[in-house]
Nanobody, 126 residues
């Protein structure tokens, strides 16, 4: 069993920054891929960023490219999402997720993730 706990959400003005953290515990193994998703009211949960185990391969959705940075510290079993130049449309609940056996190192398909955090609210005011 794996537990994921997000933190760092909150209320920020447009143009501001937040850093989300996701701490993993339990039987994660040593090759898991991680992703950050978000879900706005009435919308599907969508992948915004993903990272492989070693951290040398990342993926960003077009809407956050150049503004968000995903990183990880495997010694701390923690993944981060640095969010800069935030926009009101970034408002959502943000979830981290873990794929314990990634087929390609990096996981894009949300249905291949095995575990999810409880989510943290990010609200960007205009």
């Amino acid at each position: 069993q794996v537990q994921l706990v997000e933190s760092g959400g909150g209320l920020v003005q447009a143009g501001g920054s937040l850093r989300l953290s996701c701490a993993a515990s339990g039987r994660t193994g040593s090759s898991y891929a991680m992703g950050w998703f978000r879900q706005a009211p009435g919308k599907e949960r969508e992948l915004r960023a993903a990272i492989n185990w070693s951290g040398d391969n990342t993926y960003y959705a077009d809407s956050v490219k150049g503004r968000f940075t995903i990183s990880r510290d495997n010694a701390k079993n923690t993944v981060y999402l640095q969010m800069n130049s935030l926009k009101p449309e970034d408002t959502a609940v943000y979830y981290c997720a873990a794929d314990l056996n990634p087929r390609f190192g990096l996981t894009i398909n949300k249905y291949e993730y095995d575990y999810w955090g409880q989510g943290t609210q990010v609200t960007v005011s205009s």
